[in-house]
């Protein structure tokens, strides 16, 4: 070997992102392996099972040079050939040598034959492989539960979808994507890498789309308050594609939660939904109080009375006729995300509503109303100056 043959080892360090220092342990071992199958005739299970002699191999990184040696235990009787010597031959080589000592025998590595090159390659090919492996496993299981940006290389026969995140590829299945969405190779999508595990055929990333963390992830990328931690996500509940709920509360009395995460004119919460599929985003407004979070959760809904059994975790919630279409939402939508949201199983009931009731409830409605117009045509003045 020459000065040549080592550069271009280091070539292909560079090329596979390893160091040169593990393409040349992969080198030797190849080495190694390969003589003790091609000169000593053992079968590629019975090298793996650690049969046959103890080879070490030396190379010199700045000149090329190799030297590969036996090594064999001083024993007095032999009962392993391979790795032993008895010491009536060992005196024979050297006469001061003691028993438990070992020694080295030389061997030529010029004599390995064409195949035993060839064997060197695969070797060296499934070393790189597995260094790299493990390069891709211990770069990506600090980045588990974070959202990366990756680039669609295939969608294969059944729709899952291969992602390149850079330095590795992971997986989208059918169960983590968006329903509403179609993928296609060259997109450049977010997902949330949700596990990282090891396989035989390398690390396996799973991502997703469908996780409540991207869309957290996403929530905090657009409204700076909740990156500064002034407003909070209590929780999230998702029906990917189609509709979430977002429950959030504020930590500084003087910013509204609901309209910092809507944004002026909706701009945040629609950068959002459209990073999502479209998916409608209903900002809730978080309270300690479980009956008024429920209330709340079932916006747009306009809800009576509510009674919890904390204990079973269930509530039933008083709603008029004109009312509960809306509360329970096309199918069953509305009351499901609520239900996910406040962690109660919500149960409706029919309420009457009298001619009193009624009444109260237009004076309110009617109050809004001008509340409204009134702010709208403040903001007129300013916008006519």
Known sequence: MNREFIEALQQLALERGVSAEEVLEAFKEALRKAYIKRQKGYK??????????????????????????????????VEDPDKEISL??????????????????????????????????????????ESERNRIFNEYKDKEGQVLTGVVTRVDNRGNVFVDLGRGEAYLPKSEQIPTERYYPGQRLKAYLK?????????????????????????????????????????IAREPGRRSKVAVTSHNPNVDPIGACIGHKGQRIQAVSAELGRE???IILWSKDPKEFIRNALSPAQVGSIELDPEAKKARVKVTKD?????????????????????????????????????????????????????????KLFRDL
């Not at 005196?91 to 064997?119: H, T």
């Open 88 to 129: 009536a031959e060992a005196l024979q080589y050297d006469p001061e040598v003691q028993l438990g000592d070992e020694m080295e025998f030389p061997i030529d590595p010029e004599g390995l034959s064409r195949v035993a090159i060839q064997d060197l390659r695969q070797l060296l090919t499934q070393r790189l492989k």
């Open 280 to 282: 409608k985003v209903d």
């Open 195 to 235: 596990k990282v595990d090891r396989s035989a055929k390398g690390p396996s990333l799973i991502v997703s789309r469908a996780h409540e963390k991207l869309l957290e992830h996403l929530l905090k990328q657009e409204v700076p308050e909740i990156a500064e931690g002034i407003v909070e996500i209590k929780a």
């Open 323 to 379: 009312q509960h279409s809306l509360a329970i939402g096309t199918g069953g939508q509305n009351v499901r995300l609520a239900s996910k949201l406040t962690g109660y199983d919500i149960h409706f009931e029919e309420a009457e509503i009298s001619d009193l009731d009624e009444a109260i409830r237009r004076a309110a409605q009617e109050e809004a109303e001008e509340k409204t117009r009134a702010k709208e045509e403040f903001e």
């Open 44 to 77: 590629k299970e019975e090298v793996e099972e650690g049969k046959g002699p103890e080879v070490d191999v030396y190379i010199d990184p700045q000149t090329g040079r190799i030297e590969m040696v036996e090594v064999r235990r001083v024993v007095e009787k």
